[in-house]
């Protein structure tokens, strides 16, 4: 058995104060931003580059494979090398890599640019939220943890309108417009933030990162592209068609990529506020009466959901939205923090490094086998509207119907309402009071088996 004295995490000669917060929170909007910056955007690059609209995919594709298999190495990153110069390192990369992506000559190259520019957006959330945990006294760290997740899901609202926006004018500045963001909290962080290493350097595990880097990247391919490959959904070829027939006959297709973004604004901004407004209440409120509301809220509106139609108003729509958001923002911020603050602070880098792993890997899991279920309800609705007899919506030469794409979503939707139903009674678990200071505090000794 071999003891240590855990680091504390705040080694640094001067406190890092607001600045540094100030740099982890915009490093997190830029690292967030890059990853949904390209939502509404990709088809217009089968223009810019003349390319197969089929390979347009691997821009997001491959960002996503990049940033799930460097999640889980992000602890021992952090540990080894000390978590102020891999966030520096991070905000280089995003640096250069936007320079980069705004210069690519044809799509190739701009994959390329983007796997890489995977890694560093992939890093800097775990990363981030590490720092947060061990520069911010533990009463203060709800509220810090709020605004550093209200800025990440800004990101994902203002990411889609900006670079729809961008595209329209000059389609390099989508990229470009971060360079400076990223620069700057870079300088900030290696100025303001402690160095935050541990004293004892740890081993590395290649066989277990190695394993853990290509799961990810197995589980992320495969459920990413299972409504493509398998569970007796239609072929990709022909639901890529599906879809353009489909957008092209509904409303949507008078909208631009940056009004599309701004149809979901209002929904960020009230998954803002409702993440600002948890934090707050965390000093008076018990972490389990905010999960409970907004995982109740979250079900009743995935309901609501349940029930839109081809007649369904936008309005209506924009309401439900940001009352899920609402359940989401109020939900979030508590579900982290009672994870994070379960875990001795010198454990927060691997603890955030998990927490990221987890999200990304479940939720693709999850996002595949929903879509793929979506698919088969497509098909299953358009037989069943149009006949034994009809061709598949999603079939080569079917009809785009908004009456089945809708039926499909329904069913859908109604699924996702019986998963959230059967997960609730998992949050009674969060009824116990965690103990005021987690199990490895300050000055203790931990056993570590040698």
């Not at 044809?106 to 390329?112: Q, Y």
């Not at 995977?118 to 760290?141: C, D, W």
């Not at 004892?200 to 990810?216: C, K, N, T, V, Y």
């Not at 990709?236 to 604004?265: A, H, I, K, N």
Request: glycine content about 10%; some cysteine.
């Amino acid at each position: 058995m071999e003891h240590f004295e855990p680091e504390t995490g705040n080694s640094g000669s001067r406190p890092s104060g607001w600045s540094g917060q100030f740099a982890l929170i915009a490093g997190s909007f830029v690292g967030i931003y890059h990853t949904v910056s390209l939502n509404v955007s990709i088809p217009a690059f089968a223009g810019i580059f003349d390319a197969d609209p089929a390979s347009l995919q691997w821009l997001v594709t491959c960002f996503m494979l990049a940033a799930g298999m460097i999640a889980p190495i992000s602890g021992y990153l952090g540990s080894r090398f000390g978590y102020r110069r891999i966030f520096a390192v991070c905000m280089a990369g995003l640096t250069l890599t936007s320079v980069c992506c705004g210069i690519a000559w044809n799509l190739g190259s701009l994959v390329v640019f983007r796997t890489i520019q995977g890694v560093f957006s992939g890093l800097v959330q775990p990363v981030t939220l590490a720092l947060l945990y061990q520069i911010v006294p533990r009463a203060k760290q709800p509220q810090a943890v709020s605004v550093w997740s209200a800025a990440s899901i800004t990101a994902t609202a203002v990411a889609p309108s900006a670079s729809g926006w961008f595209q329209g004018v000059y389609w390099p500045m989508m990229f470009w417009v971060t360079v400076i963001p990223s620069a700057a909290a870079m300088l900030i962080g290696l100025r303001y933030l402690p160095e935050a290493a541990s004293p004892r350097r740890p081993g590395l595990d290649g066989w277990g990162m190695f394993l853990a880097a290509a799961a990810s990247a197995a589980y992320l391919m495969v459920f990413g592209n299972l409504h493509a490959w398998g569970l007796g959904s239609p072929p990709q070829r022909s639901s890529g068609c599906w879809r353009e027939r489909w957008l092209s006959s509904c409303s949507l297709s008078m909208y631009t990529p940056f009004e599309v973004g701004l149809l979901f604004l209002p929904g960020a901004c009230a998954v803002t506020a409702a993440t600002i407004a948890a934090g707050r209440l965390s000093g008076s409120v018990r972490a389990f009466s905010l999960i409970a509301a907004g995982t109740v809220l979250l079900l009743i509106s995935t309901w609501a959901f349940a029930g839109f139609g081809p007649a369904t108003g936008t309005a209506y729509a924009v309401f439900w939205m940001c009352m899920r958001n609402v359940g989401i923002g109020l939900s979030l911020t508590p579900l982290l923090n009672v994870g994070m603050q379960a875990v001795a602070r010198e454990m927060s880098g691997h603890a955030s490094a998990l927490l990221h792993w987890v999200r990304q890997v479940f939720g693709g899991i999850g996002v595949g086998c929903f879509v793929s279920y979506f698919y088969q309800r497509l098909e299953a609705r358009s037989r069943s509207l149009q006949g034994p007899g009809s061709i598949p919506a999603g079939s080569e030469g079917g009809e785009a119907n908004p009456v089945v794409y809708m039926a499909g979503l329904q069913d859908t939707f109604l699924l996702i309402v019986i998963f959230l139903a059967v997960a609730m009674p998992i949050l009674l678990m969060l009824r116990r009071k965690p103990p005021s200071e987690p199990c490895a505090s300050r000055g203790e000794n931990v056993h570590i088996r040698s």
